[in-house]
């Protein structure tokens, strides 16, 4: 796919190009035939180009506006609380720790973050502080964010499936030595790794949707509880994009199987920045925001009180109105016009997903890892 953009499109996009590094501020906004495409406005399921032109955006700025862009309610609400940022803490991060742990099932206290990735890289910091051990065991085809131990084997090429695949130079060959990497449903190969590696902590999206969709087997998440739990292993699931997306409960509350710890973000605030981290208690003590404890945690923006607004108006909404029967019948019905349009064309592919989201893969057969 290509974009023919206008001189004046044109020139925008290359004067981003002149002062930030290809134009872009995370590389995966950078799509090829797209180069040209500056956004100057959003709303609801659509966005406009510089040109003028409405897209609907299937995309969803990878994932987060689960109300829609710019959701009048969840943007009110952050305006209000934009000024309460200081020292110590305000109504609404206490407001919003309580929504989440009685939302969750696994969460008992939970600590606020900005992104994704900095709730994964504090989730396995405090699992190596827990355990004293040196080790992470994650999934090929999982993606928890930009920090080294887990920055490797998402999306890899056939021949490196197996090895190790990292998404960037410069990581250090230790800490991708400290990284087991385990098929996706293969509860026997994280077996085999947990009696051979003195693993802190395994982690997982319960449904990988940064490959697309691949469920859980039957049994396999609750196969993974059980071996965290025999080899004092912390069990940690990125429900970053599973969070909210799915239920206000998580994929979790949907398996039936409780984490020790659990990430969350994206569609938490609608697109507002804010993530977090929780689990249970004895764990999440031994963060440094308890004086004394060694787990060390800060961030200058961490609960800010905008996104935490947001984040609470979010969940008011979706426990509120019919969001999740929504946006899963419109999931199903992009699922089932795919399956009969291919049939009809005789052409070989998978499509599935859960919930609201929906893929394809051109290959035959079930796609299980």
Known sequence: MSLTSSEAAAALAARATAVIPGGVNSGQRRVPGLEELVVTATSGSTFTDADGRVFTD???????????HNDPDVDAAAARAAGLMGVGVTPVEIELAERLVDAVPSLEKVLLTTT??????????LARTVTG???VLKFQGCYHG???????????PAERVGGKDPLSQGILPEVLDATIVCPFNDAAAVERAL???DVAAIILEPIPHNIGTVLPQPGFLERLRELASKHGTVLVFDEVITGFRHGLGGYQAIAGVTPDLTTLGKAMANGWPVSALGGRANL?????TTPGQPAFFAGTFNGHP???AAALATIDKLGREPVHEHVFALGERARSGLRELFSRLDVPA?????GSVFVTYFLEGPVER
């Open 116 to 125: 994704g990735s900095e709730a994964t890289f504090h989730a396995l910091r």
């Open 58 to 68: 299937y995309h969803a700025a990878f994932g987060p506006p689960l109300l829609g």
């Open 195 to 197: 009696e051979t590696y």
């Open 146 to 156: 930009w920090h080294d131990s887990v920055a490797l084997n998402v999306i890899s």
């Open 133 to 135: 051990r040196r080790h």
């Open 284 to 288: 999440m003590d031994l963060f440094s």
């Open 306 to 308: 905008a996104t935490t």
């Open 350 to 354: 998978v499509v599935t997903g859960f």
